[in-house]
């Protein structure tokens, strides 16, 4: 089972980068970002079935980082969105040059 | 002596005499230098009359002192120093001499040397298993050597406070000429090959000062680059010797070279290559082909230099080399042969060019070349002792010619001077008829021709017959006559080196008697206006002349052969020399007692071929056939051709130098260093980083979903890398 | 310990198709609050194979904590910022653009599972106990970890201010 588990979290992971690529408004973005972190979780639970609680109590601080990142982030995408009225990626460019 | 004792300890006997002083020598031309280079810089700070080191654009001619300005209203513009330089410079000089004598005298008195007086004074290249030591070695070639040049040096210094009396750089000129003397005195003392090199490049770099003297005009800077990047060329040919000697003889100093040498395969490639290198050098430094080009430009210099260092002291360095190396040179036969056939074509060569010059400098320049030719000659074939004595008479007669010829250049100038005419003071065309104004330089210039063309009793004579006598002597027993030279046989070819001989002292008595026909015999053809002008030169400048003259007369004494013992004791000079080249003589032929009636026959033969040529001379040449340079038809034929040298530097220029100067334009300058250097590395470089900033700055968007995508592909490098490891 | 059971396979295999479904979906569709809804769906299978790969307690703080907290922030922020039509904002990229994503997350995919070289043993070592299952996380992470543990609770102390400086509105 443990291939098993590990070929979808490979999966899985894969189509939070193309989610990623693909799309351009930025909370959808940051969703994909959350896929990805929960199919680390999943690959990170498949090898603590073989090598102990390390994987486990891994998972934990996984969530609460993901966590506190979401709070922030989405925080971040408020105040952004206060300015620039939309959350299209393409109007944010300040990183230019 | 035996060569083997030559290898003992310096000998006490001379410890506590005038040779404790002999590293004075050279110091005293070279505080000399100092001095008056300083006069020289002390002068240009307040700028007076315009001395063209001064503030570069002086109006000095292009040929002899005595005149600073075209413009014939200006009075001749005196250095502000003159007066001290008049003093220290020649001073120095004759102190030099003095020394030199009073070390002679010791050396005399101490009778036998076992071994050279090797000085060491430090320690100059101490390089791993390299020690080269800066020291000094008399012995009796030195001797003869240092009491030439500081000899002949000293009535050459006096002569040039006269010559050189107007001209603004005379202080300079002084400058040059004692530090000429000082690096040619290190030549001559020099105990070993390298610092015999620090004479032999110092004495080139003089060279170049001194004929490139009157720079603002381009053709002398011309003429002495010349002299020095030929002169160059000769030296790398010394360099390669000097390494070949280190890499196998561990050795070279000339004390150990001696010893090394014996081990050496006799008449092997090693030992002749070096040879043949060091020839290489010789040929650069005393003009034989192919490197004779530069002597006829120097004559750009002012004319006591041509006397001092083209014809009595430089340019003998290479016959000097020679001299000192003869035990290298006895050992390969087929170098011998090589410098002595050398010798003998350029000889026979400069010849014939002279009989075609109408610049009575440029008649003596070839001349000069031709009797080192016989210089060589004798060098070749082992007679050391009488290349070195043909070396002696030679700067006896022909610093006298060229001493003359300042007399004369002295007294055309003057004239023009006065009459405000620009006509070429040098050329014959424009003299003639100048017995009646010089007198004194007329008798002298004869004296010195005669003994060039080698008439009995005068020192040419002695010197000459000597040398064809050697020649002669060796085609029978002796290690040349038994090698062979490029397939012939060694004694065939010594005997073309005696033809060739003979013939080139022919054509010298010729040329150097049409010289003396054209200059002072015949009608005058300068002008009317200038004849009242023109006289003999002050005293100063004479005076050394008689000096010349009848060391010219008289020098012939030094090395009296045998059949004419009557007149003094016999072979003073290869007796005196007889411990340094006595050995290297021997082995390349034992001296065998020729009959008298061969010796006899030989002199006749000499004195018979001196007289036609002077007799053909006088009957082919007719000065009154002459018109002044101004209105002379050019030359046609074959004459043509010799008076243009035989186009040797056109042809040089041609095959040699053009090659070279496009090669490095077109493909060193444009193609790497424009192209490949600048083009390609430098600008390249900024070229790639101003690109590379390009695309970094393009992928500086500012747009996340682009950034989000670099990521991704980078990703999925890094993962593939991985994969495919 | 016994090889699983077809009955395990079964619907080990059925949750991990239905979680790979619900993430393709939830890439493709076009309005964020039913991509948010797949998202949450996919969590909760995801929950499921964790349960099943006998890790309970995670299985069910992933419900609590995930599904539960941080999808809901999502979508309150979603509506708080009415991006509920789909009409408003036209998300997906472009056609070609879609493709390349494709086709490089499939080289992805193709080079991960090349890479995924692990040796799986065919007899897994013994689960953990089923009873006091808090016990056995809680253990190593007040003991060996204790140290990441702090820090987290500094980093979410940190997210908390940070979240809330971020969003306040500028009086």
Same mark, same amino acid.
């Given at each position: ?97 | ?38 006069? %020289? ?19 000095? &001619? ?86 030439? #040049? ?8 006096? @002569? ?9 750089? =005379? ?56 002299? @020095? ?76 230099? %041509? ?21 290298? @040179? ?12 050398? $010798? ?25 070349? %031709? ?38 250049? =002295? ?31 007329? /008798? ?37 006559? %038994? ?6 046989? $060694? ?57 010349? $003259? ?21 072979? #003073? ?47 082919? @040449?007719?000065?009154?056939?002459? /018109? ?8 046609? $034929?074959?004459?043509? /051709? ?9 042809? =040089? ?19 790497? &260093? ?52 | ?53 006998? !890790? ?10 995930? !599904? ?104």
């Amino acid at each position: 089972m443990v291939d098993v588990a590990l070929f979808f979290s490979a999966v899985l992971f894969v189509i939070g980068v193309v989610g990623v690529l693909t799309r351009r408004n930025a909370i959808l973005i940051f969703m994909c970002v959350e896929l990805m972190l929960n199919a680390v979780n999943l690959s990170f639970i498949a090898f603590s079935r073989l090598y102990g609680m390390a994987g486990q109590v891994f998972v934990v601080f996984v969530m609460s980082v993901a966590a506190a990142e979401a709070a922030v982030g989405l925080a971040i995408v408020i105040s952004i969105f206060r300015h620039y009225e939309s959350v299209d990626l393409r109007n944010i460019n300040l990183l230019k040059g | 002596m035996p060569l083997p004792l030559l290898l003992a300890a310096a000998t006490p006997p001379l410890a506590g005499t005038a040779a404790d002083w002999l590293w004075l020598l050279p110091v005293l031309p070279l505080a000399g230098f100092a001095l008056n280079g300083l006069l %020289s810089l002390a002068g240009a700070f307040h700028p007076g009359p315009a001395d063209p080191s001064a503030d570069g654009h002086g109006a000095a &001619d292009a040929h002899a002192g005595g005149e600073a300005h075209a413009d014939e209203h200006h009075a001749p513009a005196r250095h502000r120093f003159a007066g001290a330089t008049s003093v220290i410079g020649p001073a120095v000089l004759i102190a030099a001499f003095g020394l030199a004598v009073a070390i002679w005298m010791a050396m005399r008195d101490a009778g036998e040397m076992s071994a050279p007086l090797v000085q060491t004074y430090f320690s100059w290249i101490p390089v791993g298993a390299l020690h080269v030591d800066f020291a000094f070695q008399l012995d009796q070639l030195a001797m003869v050597m240092v009491l030439v #040049v500081t000899g002949v040096g000293a009535l050459i210094h006096v @002569f040039s406070v006269g010559y050189m009396r107007d001209d603004p750089g =005379y202080p300079r000129y002084f400058a040059y000429l004692n530090l000429f003397v000082a690096f040619m005195l290190v030549l001559v003392l020099g105990a070993s090959y390298p610092v015999m090199f620090i004479g032999w490049e110092g004495v080139g770099l003089c060279s170049y000062l001194l004929i490139g003297f009157w720079f603002t005009d381009k053709a002398n800077a011309d003429a002495g680059k010349k002299a @020095f990047i030929v002169n160059r060329i000769g030296d790398f040919g010394f360099l390669v010797a000097m390494f070949l000697l280190w890499a196998n003889l561990h050795a070279l100093d000339f004390v150990g070279v001696a010893a090394g040498a014996k081990g050496l395969a006799f008449g092997g490639a090693l030992v002749t290559a070096i040879c043949l290198f060091f020839f290489l050098g010789c040929t650069g430094k005393s003009a034989q082909i192919p490197l004779y080009v530069w002597l006829p430009d120097a004559m750009a210099g002012p004319t006591p230099v %041509s006397a001092l260092i083209h014809a009595a002291t430089m340019v003998t360095a290479g016959v000097y080399l020679i001299a000192r190396s003869g035990f290298l @040179f006895a050992m390969a036969p087929v170098a011998g042969l090589t410098v002595a056939v050398t $010798g003998a074509v350029t000889a026979l060569f400069a010849a014939t060019i002279g009989l075609a010059q109408w610049d009575i400098k440029k008649v003596l320049a070839y001349s000069t070349v %031709s009797q080192l030719g016989f210089m060589f000659i004798a060098a070749g074939v082992g007679a050391y002792a009488t290349g070195i004595f043909h070396l002696v008479t030679h700067a006896f007669f022909k610093g006298l010619l060229f001493l003359g010829s300042g007399s004369v250049i =002295y007294a055309m100038h003057a004239a023009y001077h006065h009459t405000g005419k620009h006509d070429d003071a040098q050329d014959m065309r424009n003299m003639g008829g100048l017995r009646t104004a010089l007198p004194w330089t007329f /008798v002298l210039m004869w004296i010195a021709t005669l003994a060039i063309a080698g008439v009995p009793l005068f020192a040419g004579f002695f010197s000459k017959d000597e040398i064809l006598a050697k020649v002669l002597e060796r085609t029978t027993d002796s290690t040349l006559a %038994s090698a062979t030279w490029l397939g012939l046989p $060694g004694e065939f070819v010594l005997r073309a080196v005696f033809i060739l001989a003979l013939a080139a002292a022919l054509l010298t008595a010729v040329y150097m008697t049409r010289l003396m026909l054209f200059t002072f015999h015949g009608p005058n053809r300068t002008g009317e206006a200038e004849r009242a002008q023109l006289h003999e030169a002050p005293w100063i400048m004479t005076g050394p002349l008689v000096v010349l $003259g009848i060391l010219s007369a008289f020098g012939g004494w030094l090395n009296v052969p045998d059949p004419l013992g009557a007149l003094g004791p016999v072979h #003073v000079l290869s007796h005196w020399l007889e411990p340094v080249t006595g050995a290297a003589t021997a082995m390349v032929g034992a001296e065998h007692e020729a009959l008298p009636a061969t010796e006899w026959a030989m002199m006749g033969g000499a004195v018979l071929v001196a007289l036609a040529g002077i007799a053909i001379a006088f009957w082919r @040449f007719k000065p009154a056939a002459l /018109v002044p340079k101004a209105l002379a038809k050019p030359a046609t $034929g074959f004459t043509n /051709v010799l008076e243009h040298k035989y186009y040797v530097d056109e042809i =040089y220029d041609r095959a040699i130098v053009e090659p070279i100067v496009d090669g490095s334009r077109d493909i060193l300058w444009t193609g790497i &260093d424009k192209g490949l250097i600048d083009g390609l590395f430098v600008n390249g470089s900024a070229f790639l980083a101003r690109a590379l900033g390009w695309v970094g700055s393009k992928l500086q968007t500012g747009q996340l979903g682009e950034y989000a995508w670099a990521l991704a592909l980078g990703v999925l490098a890094v993962l593939g890398a991985l994969t495919l490891r | 310990m016994n090889p699983p059971g077809l009955f395990f396979q079964f619907h080990f295999y059925l949750f991990g198709l239905l979680a790979v479904g619900g993430s393709l979906l939830f890439v493709t569709r076009k309005s964020p609050v039913a991509a948010a809804l797949w998202l949450v769906n996919v969590m909760f299978c995801i929950s499921a194979l964790f349960v099943m790969l006998d !890790a309970p307690f995670i299985g069910a703080i992933q419900v609590l904590v995930y !599904a539960g907290a941080i999808m809901v922030v999502f979508l309150f922020v979603v509506m708080l910022l009415n991006l509920g039509h789909p009409s408003e904002v036209a998300d997906l990229r472009g056609r070609g653009t879609r493709i390349t994503a494709g086709f490089v997350g499939l080289a992805m995919l193709a080079e991960v599972l090349v890479l995924m070289r692990v040796r799986i043993p065919a007899i897994l070592p013994p689960a953990p106990p089923e009873t006091n299952i808090t016990s056995t996380i809680a253990a190593p992470l007040f003991r060996e970890y204790l140290l990441p543990f702090e820090l987290t609770s500094v980093l979410l102390l940190a997210a908390i201010v940070g979240a809330v400086v971020l969003a306040k509105r500028r009086v």
